[in-house]
């Protein structure tokens, strides 16, 4: 009962209060919680989307003015101290040992789709002490992307299609 309010109030609150805006055919949105990569993947979908891929350097722009507009509107979110968002990106086989060579791609609820574009940070991905497997796309290095371990927490920007 409690999970599912949760969620209902996570959807409502990313379209209905102006935390989500219209870009093409789909909305970003944030879930205003620190949650895990998982967590994060599962909140999208119930909120009626997926945890956000970037498909090219227009959709990089329109996230990163997204996400510098939500900051101006509301900078006591607890996503924006930080100002880093999970993304859709993980390594293939992130369970299993020895993941650190094994390359990224956007993971969706239709499966993995390979990454046609890319925008990583200087010397990422580096899988940082053998643990980085997930993808963050990180405001405090112009919205870079950045690998980190999958059990860190941060909020979740989300893509909902029209």
């Known amino acids: 009962m409690f999970k599912l309010s949760l969620l209902l109030l996570i959807s409502s609150h990313l379209v209905a209060s102006g935390k989500a805006e219209m870009v093409k055919n789909y909305f970003y949105g944030i879930v ?11 909140l999208c979908q119930d909120a009626g989307g997926i945890l956000a891929t970037i498909m090219s350097p227009d959709e990089s722009q ?6 510098n507009t939500e900051k101006a509107k509301d900078s006591e979110s607890p996503c924006f101290p930080e100002f880093q ?4 990106g993980q390594r293939q086989n992130v ?3 020895n993941f650190c060579n094994r390359p990224f ?3 969706t ?4 789709q390979d990454m046609p574009f890319t925008d990583w940070s200087t010397g990422q991905p580096d899988c940082g002490w053998e ?12 919205f870079k992307w950045d690998d980190i ?9 989300c893509k909902i299609g029209l």
């Open 109 to 112: 609820p239709e499966g993995e």
């Open 32 to 42: 205003h919680k620190q949650v895990d990569w998982k967590d994060a993947f599962t």
């Open 131 to 142: 643990v980085e497997g997930c993808m963050q796309l990180n405001g405090g290095h112009d």
């Open 105 to 107: 791609y956007w993971k």
């Open 95 to 97: 369970d299993q040992p």
């Open 85 to 88: 968002f999970w993304l859709a």
């Open 149 to 157: 371990p999958c059990d860190a927490q941060l909020c979740a920007l």
């Open 62 to 67: 329109e996230a990163r003015e997204f996400l």
